[in-house]
């Protein structure tokens, strides 16, 4: 009797660690992982937004990677290179454009997101990927594709 009592004990303590912690207003902790992890991409989008550049570096790790097909040749920036193509100021048609986050997905200490950037002239898609260092997360890596739009 005593097997069977504690293996429903196991049982019970597994299912029970399964289950997502309740927080007030019926927020789970993955509703607050989630919250965390959009934080860097909300930088991100201010950084294109405003033309800041302290922007992006505080969103992305210091050794993060900016991946892109140019020209058919995989190409590459350094957080702090892709940094410094951020004028400071917004572009002029910004007016005109349109960015949303389309997706997280948050696993443990890992994290993907879409985000999606309507320009006049293309539509831009970013794959970020995410994890949580010393408590914070940091974009590490994002790649990208840029589909120009037909001339109207």
Do not use: C
């Amino acid at each position: 009797m005593s097997t069977k009592l504690s293996l429903a004990s196991l049982i019970l303590a597994v299912t029970a660690m399964a289950a997502p912690v309740r927080w007030p207003h019926g927020r789970t902790t993955q509703d607050y992982e989630e919250q965390a992890v959009r934080k860097p991409l909300e930088q991100y989008i201010l950084a294109h937004a405003t033309g800041k550049p302290e922007y992006i570096l505080q969103a992305f790790s210091s050794d993060a990677k900016i991946q892109f097909v140019h020209d058919g040749k995989l190409t590459q920036f350094t957080r702090d290179e892709f940094a410094a193509r951020f004028s400071g100021k917004p572009e002029a048609d910004e007016a005109q454009r349109v960015r949303r986050i389309a997706s997280v997905e948050v696993t443990g200490n890992a994290a993907r997101a879409t985000i999606v950037l309507e320009y006049p002239k293309v539509t831009l898609t970013d794959y970020m990927s995410l994890l949580k260092i010393d408590g914070e997360w940091k974009i590490v890596n994002k790649i990208f594709n840029a589909q120009p739009k037909p001339a109207s």
